[in-house]
């Protein structure tokens, strides 16, 4: 075996740690790849739902190894408070089946202040809908090379010298641009002491450990979702890393020609966090209808996600730059008693029907969604384990998706359990 890819093909909160959960059977080691702790991925099993922030979704299987790669930026208090959460539900988190890459970059308390100061700051239609998490600044000083990475935690008196380094310039910024109070860097140092001591023990080398897993099977998960790329989101609402496939190799430490399978995770429906361009956006009765029956809030940040219908335009975009393999399709229960559905297939912008989104600043606020129009379907489909079995609307919206996408659906989530999904052959 090799490697399976996960990733979000729409703007996030596609369901991937549900799918995620599902392939662990698979594998035998499960890895993030990139960004943080701004992530949710919910799963539930047996009716108890779990929301990991950091930790690989594949930690509720036991005996599969997770690891957190070089791409990811870890707040170490947030990893302690998992870690104690699901210890606490009787979950193995010892080192020996989860590690830590050296490499990954160390979220300060400090890029939480800068992350919050920076979009109080902003007024209006420049506040880009940060989580306030220090994503962000973390991913800026890991570029400038100043960062602070999990392999210093190791060294309390260079950890000690590198945040008063780094605070000559962000305390220079927190009171002189927002207003805000001096970061005191030795009480910083005595808050991180304790946590860092803790963390140590899970330090490895992941890129070694992906490379002794491969045979057997490794999962990369995803975060976030291709259209809150840094480089090909609608920028600049987006995140600060590369959610896209082509990034699992860069950010586990592994060659390129081990991912050789990569899944699409595409809700039925469409949603959005946060501020950002969102041409298929229902703020009628039927985006209310999705938003409440798909329980549409933000597993990070407790926020209404923005709803709406299918976007094909973003979905073949997709495609073309993860490469995708197949779709996992989530939340098709969500749609059972709405009708007619309609699917975006093309947009119009500048005068003219493009297939792809444009790619000017901003440009996907200013497009007009081609929409094309399917039967819904009434009853309920949370019961469903087979693809005969759904009801033919239902089995012809899923096809529609294959024949826009040009790739197959091989899964489909019909319900929030483990359990309730249809495996397609």
Known sequence: MAGIVVVGAQWGD??????????TAQ????????????????L??????????????????PGKLCLIGNGVVLDPFVFCQELDSLAASGVDVSPSRLRVSRKAHIIMEYHRLLDAAREAFKSGADKIGTTGRGIG???????????IRAA???????????IEKALVEKNALLTGLYGQDAVDAEAVWQRLVPVARRIVPYLDDVSEQVAAALPQGVLFEGAQGTHLDIDHGTYPFVTSSNTVAGNAAAGAGCAPAALSRIIGIV?????????????????????DLLQARGQEFGATTGRRRRCGWLDAVVLRESVRVNGLT????????????????????????GGREVAYPPQGENALATVEPVYETLPGWREDIAGCRSFAELPLAAQ???RRIEALAGIPVRLIAVGPDREQTITVA
């Open 14 to 23: 596609e369901g991937k740690g549900k799918i995620v959960d599902l392939l």
């Open 27 to 42: 594998v035998s080691a499960i890895v993030r790849f990139q960004g943080g702790n701004n992530a949710g991925h919910t």
């Open 44 to 61: 539930v099993v047996g009716g108890a739902k779990t929301v990991l922030h950091l930790i690989p979704s594949g930690i509720l299987h």
């Open 137 to 147: 600044p973390c991913y800026e000083d890991k570029a400038a090379r100043v960062g």
């Open 152 to 162: 210093d935690l190791a060294d309390e008196a260079l950890l000690r010298r590198k």
């Open 267 to 287: 809700k039925a429906y469409t949603t959005r966090v946060g501020a950002g361009p969102f041409p298929t956006e229902l703020t009628d009765t039927v985006g």
């Open 326 to 349: 197949e779709i996992a399709l989530t939340k098709l229960d969500v749609l059972s008693g709405i009708d007619p559905l309609r699917i975006a297939v093309a947009y119009r912008a």
């Open 396 to 398: 012809n919206y899923v």
